[in-house]
């Protein structure tokens, strides 16, 4: 079925080092690209999309690429910091689900310091 | 400017019961969505509103739940005859039109004993 699978689940790194996080999509339709970040007791927060028709986004230590041809999106995180500990999910809308928001299973990152 | 709020926060009730659960969405957003989130689990789509209309309520579990938008902005999720397997954490989520971003609330946590 269509889906949006996210790895790894756990990610553990020393503060200052980089941390990856990869999803796929099944949908080659789908256009648009969020991530949120979860803290605890709190809802998700956006903190960077990207929509199809660009490869790579970044906004300050965070980046996100796009390979639409192999159908994966990756956030990255430079420069980790304690407060970036949190749970991180991608989503992405599959078209051929009526264009709902499909959420990955998420990944609990935690920045040792 | 405020965000999406949900009330109640939390609320347990006993199974049998019907619930009500109320989404308030960011002035001006048009689109609002329900989704059901499971203890370390991405947020799951439930329904989602085009101003009052629902466009898609495919990811209700079964008949016993609801929704509505009277009047294109609050939003109500309704459960009826709760059972156990109701527990969740339920978050609502709005967006300026359809296919942007999408913010989402606090949540409301139901327990059904």
């Known amino acids: 079925g269509e889906n949006v699978e996210q790895h790894p689940s756990t990610l553990s790194v020393q503060e200052g080092d980089s941390a990856v996080i990869k999803c796929t999509y099944s949908?080659?339709?789908?256009?648009?690209f969020p991530w949120y970040k979860q803290e605890l007791g709190k809802g998700p927060q956006l903190i960077i999309d990207?929509?199809?028709?660009?490869g790579e986004k970044k906004d300050q230590r965070i980046a996100v690429t796009l390979n639409k041809t192999a159908k994966h999106f990756s956030l990255h995180i430079t420069e980790t910091q304690p407060e970036d500990s949190a749970v991180y999910f991608c989503?992405?809308?599959?078209?051929?689900?009526?264009?709902?928001?499909?959420f990955g299973g998420g990944t609990r990152v935690l920045v040792k310091p | 400017g405020a965000g999406v709020s949900q009330s109640p926060r939390y609320k347990v009730t006993k199974r049998g019961q019907d619930v009500a659960l109320r989404c308030d969405p960011i002035?001006?957003?048009?689109?609002l969505y329900w989704y059901r989130q499971a203890l370390g689990q991405g947020p799951e789509f439930l329904t989602y509103?085009?101003?009052?209309?629902?466009?898609?309520k495919s990811g209700l579990p079964n008949d016993r739940f609801s929704a509505e938008r009277p009047e294109g902005s609050i939003s109500t999720l309704t459960i009826q005859r709760t059972e156990q397997r109701d527990s969740a954490m339920y978050r609502c989520?709005?967006?300026?039109?359809?296919?942007?971003?999408?913010?989402f609330g606090p949540g409301t946590r139901l327990l059904v004993l």
């Open positions: 989503a992405a809308p599959l078209k051929a689900a009526g264009n709902k928001l499909t």
């Open positions: 509103f085009n101003y009052e209309a629902q466009q898609d």
């Open positions: 949908d080659s339709a789908s256009n648009y």
């Open positions: 990207i929509r199809s028709n660009v």
């Open positions: 989520a709005s967006s300026r039109r359809l296919e942007e971003t999408q913010y």
């Open positions: 002035s001006g957003h048009v689109s």
